[in-house]
């Protein structure tokens, strides 16, 4: 059974602290993705990685970075927490581009980030 | 570029009613539609999902048909169940790696 995890479930931090979610999958997945969940925005893409080491900047990556250094692992950090990450954090995997079934992206259950 | 409208939520629905969510899609190239559901406290996961024009996806009673003239995927099960209480996605995949993703429908079906 696929599955991607993340390092926390709900996590409550102050403004200017520096921020880590984890997400982990065991699929040996190429593509792994972060998405900030809001309320009727639907899902926005932060960042992406391809593979190890390679990243690249989605839809809104002002405020975020993202660190690949093993393939079943990836970060997102936020360097300087604001009031207006409080979000809810999606991670997800998909198999390499050429792969069969590899439009379909397997999702982790969520990080509720609640910045005070 | 391409973007994804559906119908805003919520929808509230009595068991055993028949359900249709509205998506339709503005793209260029050609994109694949697909539907994710969002149980309470959980992931996305893939619902169904079409790979071109006239194509029906299918999955635990849901269906959608792909019509590339109307440039729409809507979202129907003939009878639903309590269980089925979820946000609903829309997305589109544009190839490579990336989606673009509804703004969700909320449904609640109620006993």
Not at chain 1, 5 to 10: D, F, L, V
Not at chain 1, 21 to 34: T, Y
Not at chain 1, 48 to 55: G, I, L, N, Q, T
Request: aromatic share 14%.
């Amino acid at each position: 059974d696929v599955k991607v995890t993340q390092s926390s479930r709900y996590l409550v931090k102050r403004t200017g602290e520096k921020v880590f979610l984890e997400c982990v999958q065991d699929m040996d997945h190429e593509n792994m993705f972060w998405y900030r969940q809001d309320p009727g925005l639907g899902l926005r893409l932060i960042y992406f990685s391809y593979d190890v080491k390679m990243k690249e900047k989605g839809d809104i990556p002002e405020g975020y970075s993202v660190s690949r250094e093993k393939k079943e692992r990836f970060s997102l950090i936020l360097e300087s927490a604001s009031t207006n990450q409080t979000s809810m954090y999606l991670c997800a995997s998909s198999a390499e581009v050429w792969a069969s079934g590899s439009e379909t992206q397997y999702f982790g259950p969520g990080t509720r980030l609640l910045v005070l | 570029g391409n973007s994804v409208t559906q119908m805003e939520g919520p929808v509230t629905l009595s068991e055993e009613a028949f359900l249709t969510i509205n998506c339709t899609y503005t793209a260029t190239g050609y994109p694949s539609p697909f539907w994710y559901v969002q149980y309470p406290g959980e992931g996305l996961q893939l619902l169904l999902k079409a790979t071109k024009a006239d194509d029906k996806g299918s999955n635990k009673g849901f269906e959608a048909t792909y019509r590339k003239e109307t440039t729409s995927f809507h979202l129907e099960k003939g009878s639903v169940q309590v269980s089925d209480s979820a946000v609903y996605f829309c997305a589109l995949f544009s190839g490579t790696y990336k989606y673009i993703f509804g703004t969700g429908t909320r449904l609640k079906v109620l006993a």
